[in-house]
């Protein structure tokens, strides 16, 4: 054992062998070092266990295919990319929304330039980072003014701080919904400094507990949109519309967080989906305020994105927290370049890859699983891998459409040598991690959130998670 252990290679000596490798030779020599170092430590246990017992084994030309894997596997980036098959479009896990291609060169455009992010180019003086988006927000939604924050939590947050702190907020109890992260709108209602009103039942709220509920402390009427569940039966819900007439009666502001948003009709454009209320509907109707995500049903980026009646957008502009909550010039750069997708419908649904995916038809995926079936039947062979074209359901994800299922097509894979389990957990350890799901015993990949591009990089990591048949 003591042989072994001198037979060991000096740490330097194998990383000159790395630096001979072109990627590897590109990390920092800090980090090869450290991975050196781990990997010896490795050596050291296989030494001791026995599961390493010839010197000869400890040479270049055996260690170093194994340091090179190691080292490649190790170095990986812990954020990166995953190829989702799972059918969901809006997948909070798996970063939400794709950008569209003008959206993605517009974030690297403000990466590697200077740009005008707060630079007034008629005046020559300081100007305002929301001017970038504000007209084009308000000429798709009939919004007088408007602005931008992180995201809808931190929207929702920012009105009711200026609006309602230390005041009442009268909400429907049934309105009381929590999204992802346990995050939860009485909690958020609480940091804001307003004092939540609950009126109604948790099924069925009238126009009278509004009424009823308003007094000396009340600062504004709340409607959460409820976008990521769905009561149904017994139930009843105040009109947007009711709700306006009752604020002006008694002068109070009425607050809609939308939750997921939405600028595209789906129902105008052909696609028969449950109903769920545009932007332009709600600004409409008369809401003095509304809040959206920007990662959603929009497709752009992560944001929070404030509308409504100048009188209080202004106010909401003004306050400090706003600064803490602002976004970036890369958000900016990116919902800029989506916003300007929606001038013409027909362009978003064809360029904003979430409008895209969850209105594709069934031939259409069809066909795509049939090409990707072939594709898998040509570089991996009948002979491991079992495959099938199934029919499914996809989801929309993100809270929206909650009872909505999306008619689909899966190619279906059962490899002959390991489980199905066992397919899964692999694939989650390759480069990239392919993500799907398991549906009467067959491994599914839904083809509706996999890109064409897509495809020989699903070859690939199928080919790591099987042992590399080549």
């Known amino acids: ?112 330039n200077y740009s005008n992010l707060e630079f ?8 305002s980072r929301y001017s970038h988006v504000e007209d084009l927000l308000c000429r798709l939604t009939g919004a007088e003014a408007g602005l931008v924050v992180n995201n809808n939590a931190a929207a929702v947050l920012l009105v009711l701080d200026t609006l309602a702190k230390g ?109 769920e209320p545009t932007v332009q509907q709600v600004i409409k109707a008369g809401a003095s305020v509304v809040s959206f995500s920007g990662d959603k049903l929009l497709g752009g980026p992560q944001a929070g994105i404030i509308l409504g009646r100048r009188e209080y957008i202004d106010k909401i502009k003004k306050n400090p927290l ?47 699983a049939r090409r990707l079936q072939r594709l898998i039947q040509k570089k991996i062979g009948g002979q491991k891998v079992n495959t099938a074209i199934m029919q499914g359901s996809s989801r929309v994800g993100g809270g929206a459409f909650p009872e909505q299922d999306l008619p689909t097509y899966m190619l279906g894979l059962r490899p002959k040598d390991m489980g199905i389990s066992e397919l899964k957990d692999g694939l989650l350890r390759c480069d990239p991690p392919l993500v799907g799901r398991v549906e009467e015993d067959w491994f599914c990949l839904d083809v509706r959130t996999l890109q064409e591009e897509e495809f020989s990089l699903v070859v690939q990591s199928l080919r790591q998670a099987m042992l590399d048949l080549d």
């Open 120 to 127: 007034s180019l008629e005046t020559g003086k300081r100007g």
């Open 322 to 368: 706003n600064r803490a909550l602002r976004i970036d010039k890369m958000t900016l750069a990116a919902l800029e370049s989506t916003l300007r997708l929606y001038l013409d419908m027909d362009r978003a649904e064809e360029e904003i890859p979430t409008l895209n995916m969850i209105c594709a038809g069934k031939a259409d995926l069809k066909r795509k």
């Open 167 to 275: 005041r009442e907020v009268i909400v429907s109890r049934g309105q009381l919904v929590e999204i992802g992260g346990s995050f939860r709108i009485p909690e958020v209602m609480a940091k804001s400094g307003a004092v939540l009103r609950e009126v109604g039942a948790t099924n069925r709220t009238h126009l009278h507990d509004y009424e009823s509920a308003v007094g000396e402390d009340t600062a504004a009427l709340l409607k959460v949109h409820t976008s990521n569940y769905r009561i149904i039966g017994f139930h009843k819900e105040v009109p947007l519309e009711e709700l306006v007439r009752l604020g002006e009666n008694h002068g109070l502001p009425v607050i809609e967080d939308m939750g997921s948003g939405n600028l595209f009709d789906f129902n105008a454009a052909g696609h028969s989906f449950m109903h």
């Open 1 to 112: 054992m003591n042989n072994l252990f001198r037979a060991l290679p000096a740490v330097d000596g194998l990383l000159q062998g790395l630096q001979e490798d072109e990627d590897l030779g590109a990390l920092p020599r800090a980090m090869l070092r450290d991975l050196v170092n781990e990997f010896l430590d490795v050596c050291r246990e296989e030494i001791k266990s026995g599961a390493i017992t010839d010197p000869g084994d400890l040479d270049w030309t055996k260690l170093g295919p194994r340091l090179i894997a190691f080292v490649r596997l190790k170095s990986r980036p812990h954020f990166r990319r995953v190829l989702n098959a799972t059918g969901v479009v809006i997948h909070t896990n798996l970063g939400r929304s794709l950008l569209a291609e003008s959206a993605t060169r517009a974030v690297q455009d403000a990466c590697r």
